[in-house]
């Protein structure tokens, strides 16, 4: 029997070995791995659909570029699973190998880039390259004329989230309850018991990919994490003139990112104008003026976008919220003293990026695998000194 969903509590037909709450892309992604221990999860989700905030709300990039070792391992393996997707669902997860393209147009941001690529090397990430201008031009011919270096990895590239969605239901065993709000959770022995819209779910384990609720729900729990909230934009606009095939492009001396999209292109105007929140809501502030903005800090690495901004047919701008940790890596593992309550939580905006081997390693935990120690909540809790992800645009102002 494959992905049921149920209209309430009442229709689960027994109690569930493992409860996962939140349905957005981890939650899913969890859930898909769990079947495949053999385990028939429950997926609870409070809105009355599956994936309907952050997860939608992104430029649906993957990169392996990052610095730390276990943050490179956790994306390089999910973009293998996209890339791979087909063979596992039977559905494409729409993975385009356009490649992530670094520009400079400073000797400063140059010589930056060139540093980072040999630390990433040394970390394990073997095919990212440092790129001189010519070979920048040749490989993209929008630059502008004053480039002074990048860096590439060509397997990075897009995905589309409707498909892998659409592939995680497909294979997964597992009951959904949507419209379903959790309203506590209390941690026993045996188990743990959940409340959910007014009624009690006794479930073995639960595991929480509740992204930006998740530092209300452990301060219920009196568990204190260095968390915090972050709100990210995404300009979508239409615009026909956009080559298709076009690298995703990060100016590092800006920190603005665009891709190419069906039709037009997905656009940040600066990963540094990511602002910290103070309380959670699904729809963070936008600004109305942001398409001007965005033009404005992608045009000086790739002039394209000044020559054809008339042309732009249309568009429509989203803005949600993210939990980013104290060093930008994620939450994969059992909370402190807690061995039946499970977290896989934290990307910071990267869900879709690297929750696959994410939850992949969760749920083998679940099933009995030792913990992944790298992503264990306990690093900030035993005095593990903590190294934040360089990466990590809400910790350092390197984009």
Same mark, same amino acid.
């Given at each position: 029997?494959?992905?049921?969903?149920?209209?309430?509590?009442?229709?689960?037909?027994?109690?569930?070995?493992?409860?996962?709450?939140?349905?957005?892309?981890?939650?899913?992604?969890?859930?898909?791995?769990?079947?495949?221990?053999?385990?028939?999860?429950?997926?609870?989700?409070?809105?009355?659909?599956?994936?309907?905030?952050?997860?939608?709300?992104?430029?649906?990039?993957?990169?392996?570029?990052?610095?730390?070792?276990?943050?490179?391992?956790?994306?390089?393996?999910?973009? =293998?699973?996209?890339?791979?997707?087909?063979?596992?669902?039977?559905?494409?997860?729409?993975?385009?190998?356009?490649?992530?393209?670094?520009?400079?147009?400073? =000797?400063?941001?140059?010589?930056?880039?060139?540093?980072?690529?040999?630390?990433?090397?040394? =970390?394990?990430?073997?095919?990212?390259?440092?790129?001189?201008?010519?070979?920048?031009?040749?490989?993209?011919?929008?630059?502008?004329?004053?480039?002074?270096?990048?860096?590439?990895?060509?397997?990075?590239?897009?995905?589309?989230?409707?498909?892998?969605?659409?592939?995680?239901?497909?294979?997964?065993?597992?009951?959904?309850?949507?419209?379903?709000?959790?309203?506590?959770?209390?941690?026993?022995?045996?188990?743990?018991?959940?409340?959910?819209?007014?009624?009690?779910?006794?479930?073995?384990?639960?595991?929480?990919?509740?992204?930006?609720?998740?530092?209300?729900?452990?301060?219920?729990?009196?568990?204190?994490?260095?968390?915090?909230?972050?709100?990210?934009?995404?300009?979508?606009?239409?615009?026909?003139?956009?080559?298709?095939?076009?690298?995703?492009?990060?100016? =590092?001396?800006?920190?603005?990112?665009?891709?190419?999209?069906?039709?037009?292109?997905?656009?940040?105007?600066?990963?540094?104008?990511?602002?910290?929140?103070?309380?959670?809501?699904?729809?963070?502030?936008?600004?109305?003026?942001?398409?001007?903005?965005?033009?404005?800090?992608?045009?000086?690495?790739?002039?394209?976008?000044?020559?054809?901004?008339?042309?732009?047919?249309?568009?429509?701008?989203?803005?949600?919220?993210?939990?980013?940790?104290?060093?930008?890596?994620?939450?994969?593992?059992?909370?402190?003293?807690?061995?039946?309550?499970?977290?896989?939580?934290?990307?910071?905006?990267?869900?879709?990026?690297?929750?696959?081997?994410?939850?992949?390693?969760?749920?083998?935990?679940?099933?009995?695998?030792?913990?992944?120690?790298?992503?264990?909540?306990?690093?900030?809790?035993?005095?593990?000194?903590?190294?934040?992800?360089?990466?990590?645009?809400?910790?350092?102002?390197?984009?």
């Amino acid at each position: 029997m494959a992905a049921s969903f149920l209209t309430d509590i009442s229709a689960l037909p027994r109690r569930p070995e493992v409860t996962v709450i939140g349905g957005g892309i981890t939650g899913l992604a969890t859930t898909f791995f769990l079947s495949r221990h053999g385990i028939r999860p429950l997926l609870v989700e409070r809105l009355p659909a599956l994936s309907m905030l952050a997860s939608r709300r992104s430029g649906e990039g993957v990169r392996a570029q990052w610095e730390k070792r276990e943050n490179i391992d956790i994306a390089r393996a999910s973009i =293998a699973f996209y890339r791979d997707f087909a063979e596992v669902t039977g559905v494409s997860a729409g993975y385009r190998p356009l490649g992530y393209l670094y520009g400079a147009r400073s =000797a400063a941001g140059a010589a930056r880039l060139r540093a980072r690529v040999e630390r990433q090397k040394a =970390a394990g990430l073997d095919d990212v390259r440092y790129l001189t201008p010519s070979e920048m031009h040749a490989l993209t011919p929008t630059l502008a004329e004053d480039v002074t270096g990048g860096a590439v990895r060509q397997a990075d590239g897009v995905i589309e989230v409707d498909r892998v969605i659409e592939g995680y239901l497909k294979m997964m065993q597992a009951d959904i309850l949507v419209a379903a709000d959790l309203q506590a959770i209390i941690p026993g022995p045996g188990g743990i018991t959940l409340t959910i819209n007014g009624e009690t779910l006794e479930t073995g384990h639960a595991i929480l990919c509740t992204a930006a609720r998740l530092p209300a729900q452990l301060q219920a729990l009196g568990i204190a994490l260095p968390l915090r909230l972050a709100r990210s934009t995404i300009q979508y606009l239409q615009l026909d003139a956009v080559p298709p095939d076009h690298p995703a492009m990060v100016d =590092a001396d800006l920190g603005s990112f665009w891709r190419p999209h069906t039709g037009g292109a997905r656009m940040t105007a600066s990963f540094r104008s990511t602002l910290f929140l103070d309380r959670f809501t699904d729809d963070p502030e936008i600004d109305p003026d942001y398409l001007r903005s965005a033009i404005d800090s992608v045009a000086p690495l790739v002039p394209f976008w000044r020559a054809h901004q008339h042309e732009i047919r249309g568009g429509h701008l989203r803005s949600g919220s993210l939990l980013v940790t104290g060093d930008g890596g994620p939450l994969i593992g059992a909370l402190p003293g807690q061995p039946r309550l499970w977290v896989n939580s934290g990307y910071g905006g990267h869900g879709l990026m690297a929750s696959p081997e994410g939850a992949r390693r969760l749920a083998a935990m679940v099933a009995g695998a030792a913990p992944d120690i790298p992503f264990a909540p306990e690093r900030f809790l035993n005095g593990t000194p903590i190294v934040p992800e360089p990466m990590t645009v809400n910790l350092s102002s390197a984009p």
